[in-house]
């Protein structure tokens, strides 16, 4: 299990295998709730990582009635007792978009992180003084607060440590424009890009530009994430997110989620290599 594994990524894991088991089983979601004396909608909200059961011994009645051994219990039973706790962002969760305190929980439990972001320079990889330059550059226009400047700054820091700690893969398109659209002022953005720079040393991290000279195919509609798993963890599909007038929104049906893999693809084509991104960066800090 991932040392940066949230407890939301937990009740999710949890949920798609007891959703393997059930369907191993060959019981209906009827027929385990009433293995485990408890309301249909239950085992579905469990299943979909939303809930839990009020009792512990009705969770090891449901193990029981899909034939799990007693090894198999207990580190299902160690999943479900960690998952009942609070994610690390839970206390700046008023702070989050719609939408965003789910895609960390998947995001906590990523394995590869491939984002395309075309217009600011990506979550990840921004400098604490670039973040609170461009959530503070919208507090007037959105009437935030400076608590919510700071909550979500602080935010912001923490998933950053997801490539700096936890070694979690990143492979991050941006639009040369994303580079080239100043935040702050020229002193905060020739440091953002040495940060950029830095960052890309890791070996965990994957930068690409796509230049305003590339007859590319671009996404100008928003940009999108697409996170792969583990799938012993997480069987199924990756899931994609796709943020959509400030929200953010995980899809996960097979069809969507192929389709912005291959938007990625595309995109990837037009970008320059990663070798050359630090040449670009000292160019664009001599301009700015």
């Known amino acids: 299990m991932a040392a940066n594994t949230g407890a939301t990524f937990l009740r999710i894991m949890l949920g798609a295998e007891l959703t393997r088991l059930r369907e191993g089983a060959g019981l209906s979601g009827e027929q385990s709730a009433k293995a485990a004396r408890c309301a249909p909608s239950t085992i579905t909200n469990i299943e979909k990582g939303t809930t839990g059961f009020r009792r512990i011994a009705q969770f090891t009645e449901l193990l029981t009635a899909y034939g799990v051994d007693f090894e198999g219990q207990e580190l299902l039973l160690d999943w479900y007792k960690n998952a009942k706790g609070d994610d690390w962002w839970t206390p700046n969760t008023s702070v989050l978009p719609s ?18 972001c075309p217009n600011v320079v990506y979550g990840l990889l921004q400098t604490e003084e670039y973040a609170r330059a ?28 997801l490539i700096t700690e936890h070694s979690v893969e990143l492979v991050c398109l941006m639009d040369e424009s994303a580079l080239r659209n100043v935040v702050g002022d020229s002193g905060v953005m020739r440091r953002q890009y040495a940060e950029i720079a830095e960052l890309s040393k890791l070996r965990n991290v994957t930068v690409r530009i796509i230049p305003f000279s590339a007859p590319a195919y671009r996404v100008t509609s928003g940009g999108f994430t697409v996170l792969d798993f583990d799938r012993k963890a997480l069987p199924g599909p990756v899931v994609a997110v796709s943020t959509v007038s400030h929200t953010m929104q995980v899809v996960s049906k097979p069809k969507v989620v192929k389709q912005f893999a291959r938007r990625f693809d595309f995109l990837a084509r037009g970008a320059l290599a990663d070798h050359e991104t630090p040449a670009l960066l000292e160019k664009l800090a001599r301009e700015v």
């Open 134 to 161: 461009l959530i503070e550059s919208a507090k007037a226009a959105d009437e935030r607060t400076t608590d919510f400047v700071d909550g979500s700054v602080e935010v912001r820091a923490n998933r950053k440590k």
């Open 99 to 116: 939408g965003m305190p789910a895609y960390l929980g998947f995001e906590s439990g990523a394995q590869i992180v491939s984002p395309w």
